[in-house]
């Protein structure tokens, strides 16, 4: 079975200052990952995915994000933070050869500070 | 091209009661989801349909849940009776085509569902 860990489930930063949401995943076979953003009221969006090859994946408004294999990590990072930025954000995993089936963290709530 | 429809956005009902969610997917999406997003929790999927058949049910309790997509185009989900714990936002989500582990699910707003 496959799952992923979000470390702190409320992060804060200042305008303009760097983003960093921590993912850790345990899988059995290579896990394909997606990181997911959330607004209030809305449903999910899809900011990145890693599924096979190169192993820094750039996303939608200026956020990437790296796998590391050998750490099970898979963190979400932006060097800029915008207020606009302010929303929860999900990482989430599937698991390699079978029908897709994400299973999300528990989410982390980004607050941005003037 | 529109995006995953879901209502009604917002419920309110008494424990007991039976309530009924509504989905259409982005046109042509051979794959739906149902998640249920309990507060301070990441979504969990319910239920997987195929076109009209079902992929993967496995964590939908099925003495109070049920769901169908009849025509293989709209879905609904069904509980009957609502107990307290159901309180919880109910996404809808489609792929285009076989649900395969690489493609991108497109979510619906939600339908948020509080059971007093």
């Known amino acids: 079975a496959q799952s992923v860990t979000q470390l702190g489930s409320h992060v804060s930063v200042s305008e303009g200052a760097l983003v960093l949401l921590r993912c850790n995943y345990s899988?059995?076979?290579?896990?394909?990952l997606f990181w997911y953003v959330q607004y209030p009221n809305q449903g999910l969006q899809l900011l990145l995915k890693y599924t096979t090859g190169a192993t820094l994946v750039k996303g939608i408004n200026g956020f990437e994000a790296e796998f590391k294999k050998s750490e099970t990590s898979f963190h979400l990072t932006k060097p800029s933070a915008h207020m606009s930025d302010a929303a929860e954000y999900f990482c989430a995993v599937s698991r390699t050869g079978t029908a897709s089936k994400l299973t999300f963290g528990t989410g982390t709530r980004l607050q941005v500070t003037l | 091209e529109a995006g995953v429809a879901q209502s009604p956005r917002y419920k309110i009902i008494e424990k007991r009661q039976s309530v009924a969610f509504w989905c259409n997917p982005i046109?042509?999406?051979?794959?739906l989801y149902w998640y249920q997003q309990i507060l301070g929790q990441g979504p969990k999927l319910l239920i997987q349909f195929q076109n009209n058949g079902v992929v993967d049910d496995s964590q939908l309790p099925k003495d109070r849940f049920s769901a169908e997509r009849l025509k293989g185009v709209d879905s609904t989900l069904k509980i009957q009776p609502a107990k307290l714990e159901d309180s919880a936002v109910y996404l809808c989500?489609?792929?285009?085509?076989?649900?395969?582990?690489?493609?991108?699910?497109?979510f619906g707003p939600g339908t948020r569902l509080l059971v007093l």
């Open positions: 046109s042509g999406h051979a794959t």
């Open positions: 899988s059995s076979v290579p896990p394909y």
């Open positions: 989500a489609s792929t285009r085509n076989r649900g395969g582990n690489q493609e991108t699910q497109y």
